[in-house]
């Protein structure tokens, strides 16, 4: 009898930390994959003080948890690339990086060597990859219906952030949203004590000194100091001598009258990355300039970059009236808004680049973190859909290219077939997970939807959540950017296949303090 038993442990051995890894990943899917799809619910992160987030968002769950496996660690890393670099589909991503890890293991378990299989794995996601860039459909401009159903998608069928993406890309403009270095969902802010609302221009998250005293500017001049707006400085032991504190004396005369040349160039707001001397603090409030200390220096680059200010040091004040007076900026409006508590600094309308700011609110900071996430990614799927162009949502492209994989793999020669095979069996897991969260049977309705693909010759066809009927998903606007599901692929592909040729798990040693 122990015999018999002998070959069953070798196996287990054999595929030990294999199995441990998988499991550890399916432990992380099953996290999000209930969030998946129109009938999809949230989740709850509870922190050990006592804080909550409620949300289906994939990438907040994953980076919240309290993961200390390495492989689940790496699963993880997954949503954070999707995240980074489109920004939406980051649960899809997971979901898909778990399903080919588990058909790969299925496949490894049987016999196949896992080199094998990961070089067809390899093989197979490339191939469904240009499968679904030979699918796609472009998107030609702001007005395409598709474009405004794949936000809605994106978006949690939230129409009041529909409208306020939508609106916001308007602004923006076709050529500024496929700038790759642009990100429409940098521009979204929350705020649980604002209403939905596109302002043209920057929301800065800095109070200004005395802000309830500061005065409305319009049409006003913007100085940006990488610096503090206080006079030149000299050692102490400079100043006990009579000619250090005669330039001592000199130096306060000098800032003075850079003061008083800043109120005569018209600077109505000055914006520093670090503080403010008390004699400067009483001149600008004496001449009703708006000063913003300890700006942090990316929204620095951002007012620099919109009203055309270019960012000075302390010493650059020293220069003359005409010379300064081309390095300030220039803006329609800025003012304190005393309900956001923020400053608001309009764009000055140019019409080649235009700035937006997104404000969502909300009644609680929980729910409005929440709507800002949406809007993100209802956001970043716009850009994504007007770069790439759009693919019919719910799975259903996948599924047809499962089902071209399977046929694709029969002219494969070589054990590489059952990778290609794992990467087939696991394209049709978003779609069934779909079917599961919305309660019903994933195998009978997924057959049912291949087979009205077939008939009508349409990778669109897949299955009503509601009512379980076949129908047309791009008639119905169900829709997905095409690069949220090839970067998704792709990047599932190489963590799964990473996660594959794991052999075996070795704690390192600690290191030595001489190391």
Partial sequence: MSQGQQPVREGEERYAALLNNSNAVRAVT?????????????????????????????????????????????????????????????????????????????????????????????????????????????????????????????????????????????????????????????????????NNEVFEGLLLRQAPLYPHDTPELADTRILVLHDALEPETLDEEVLTTEAGFARYMELRERFARDLSVLAELGVGLILLEKGIHPDAEQFCMDHGIMVIPRVSRKDLARVSLMT????????????????????????????????LERVRIRSGGQKEDPVVTLIVGAS????????????????????????????????????????????????????????????????????????LNAGYNPLEKMEEARAAQLAEECDGMGVDCDTGLVIHYEEHGIVDPALVKIHGLLTAGEVACAVLRIHNVIKMRKPSGNE
């Fill in 30 to 194: 099953s996290a999000v994959e209930g969030t998946l799809g129109p009938k999809g619910l949230d989740v709850m992160l509870v922190g050990d003080r006592g804080e909550v987030i409620i949300t289906n968002d994939g990438v907040t769950i994953l980076d919240k948890m309290d993961v200390s496996h390495p492989a689940a660690r790496l699963l993880i890393q997954v949503a954070r690339s999707q995240q980074k670099k489109v920004g939406d589909g980051t649960t899809t991503a997971t979901v898909l990086a778990g399903a080919l890890v588990q058909e790969g293991v299925s496949q490894i378990v049987k016999g196949v060597p896992a080199s094998k299989v990961v070089a067809g794995m390899q093989q197979g996601v490339r191939m469904a990859a240009d499968s679904l860039r030979n699918r796609k459909r472009e998107i030609r401009d702001l007005d395409d219906p598709l474009l405004a159903k794949a936000v809605y998608v994106a978006g949690r069928e939230r129409e009041d952030i529909v409208a306020l993406v939508m609106e916001a890309a308007s602004i923006v403009g076709l050529r500024k949203l496929k700038d790759p270095s642009y990100s429409l969902a940098e521009a979204v802010t929350a705020h649980e004590k604002g």
């Fill in 308 to 339: 055309g200010a270019v960012p000075l040091r302390r010493t650059a004040l020293h220069k003359e009236q005409d010379s300064l007076s081309r390095l300030l900026g220039f803006t329609p409006q800025a003012r304190y808004d005393e309900l």
């Fill in 364 to 435: 609680t900071a929980e729910v409005v973190g929440e709507a800002a996430r949406i809007a993100a990614d209802a956001a970043s799927a716009l850009q994504a859909a007007i770069s790439g162009g759009i693919l019919p949502g719910g799975g259903t492209a996948e599924l047809a290219v499962s089902y071209e994989l399977e046929r694709r793999r029969e002219a494969v020669k070589g054990m590489e077939a059952y990778g290609i095979a794992a990467v087939a069996a696991a394209l049709r897991k978003p779609m069934a997970q779909i079917l």
